[in-house]
T-cell receptor, first 112, second 117 residues
Framework: GDSVVQTEGQVLPSEGDSLIVNCSYE??????LFWYVQYPGEGPQLHLK?????DKGRNKGFEAMYRKETTSFHLEKDSVQESDSAVYFC???????????FGKGTTLSVSS | GAVVSQHPSRVICKSGTSVKIECRSL??????MFWYRQFPKQSLMLMAT?????????EQGVEKDKFLINHASLTLSTLTVTSAHPEDSSFYIC?????????????FGPGTRLTVT
């Protein structure tokens, strides 16, 4: 079945540090790729997306490149801020648009 | 655009009672909506896919007689937790899918915190 693996647990950078959160997926069909962000007590929000190979999703300084050859969609940022602290989920979805498959989530806690 | 609401945001009920949670797409029509539950510090677990005008499709291990889903219109899906027990206490989140022009994005509601005493 379809699956996704992302950096697990907590990531604890300081403000100004660079960030990479890994995401690797395995799907039977050609997926669209999403990163969602969730703040405490809220539902996930769409953070960025890439619909096909070599597309780059961008939002608020974050980027993720759709790499079909390595089946990856790593989330990157050059300089994190304390306000970026949240839980991030990588979520592929096949082109037919069935339910998203969520990774286990990565908790980003940025210290000032 | 693409706003999804849920009601109520929090509910406390006694064991054995039923609770209904509403999920609405406010500015778009959604043929398909999804229901998830989330335990503390865990990921979202898909419970069922709700299709307007037809029966919901439940994931393996989810009791369809316990978690009743109705998708009566293109903007409303409801989840009813019947005969609730403390182990049903969780954070329930719905999402609605934007469709058309090759888009298959899902937008999530703010969630409903259910506590069964």
């Amino acid at each position: 079945g379809d699956s996704v693996v992302q950096t697990e647990g907590q990531v604890l950078p300081s403000e100004g540090d660079s960030l990479i959160v890994n995401c690797s997926y395995e799907t039977t069909q050609y997926p669209s790729l999403f990163w969602y962000v969730q703040y405490p007590g809220e539902g996930p929000q769409l953070h960025l997306k890439a619909m096909k190979a070599n597309d780059k999703g961008r939002n608020k300084g974050f980027e993720a490149m759709y790499r079909k050859e390595t089946t990856s969609f790593h989330l990157e940022k050059d300089s994190v801020q304390e306000s970026d602290s949240a839980v991030y989920f990588c979520a592929p979805s096949n082109q037919a648009g069935t339910a998203l498959i969520f990774g286990k989530g990565t908790t980003l806690s940025v210290s000032s | 655009g693409a706003v999804v609401s849920q009601h109520p945001s929090r509910v406390i009920c006694k064991s054995g009672t039923s609770v209904k949670i509403e999920c609405r797409s406010l500015d778009f029509q959604a043929t398909t909506m999804f229901w998830y539950r989330q335990f503390p510090k865990q990921s979202l677990m898909l419970m069922a896919t709700s299709n307007e005008g037809s029966k919901a499709t439940y994931e393996q291990g989810v009791e369809k007689d316990k978690f009743l889903i109705n998708h009566a219109s293109l903007t409303l899906s409801t989840l009813t937790v019947t005969s609730a027990h403390p182990e049903d206490s969780s954070f329930y989140i719905c999402s609605a899918r934007v469709e058309g022009q090759g888009r298959y994005e899902q937008y999530f509601g703010p969630g409903t915190r259910l506590t069964v005493t």
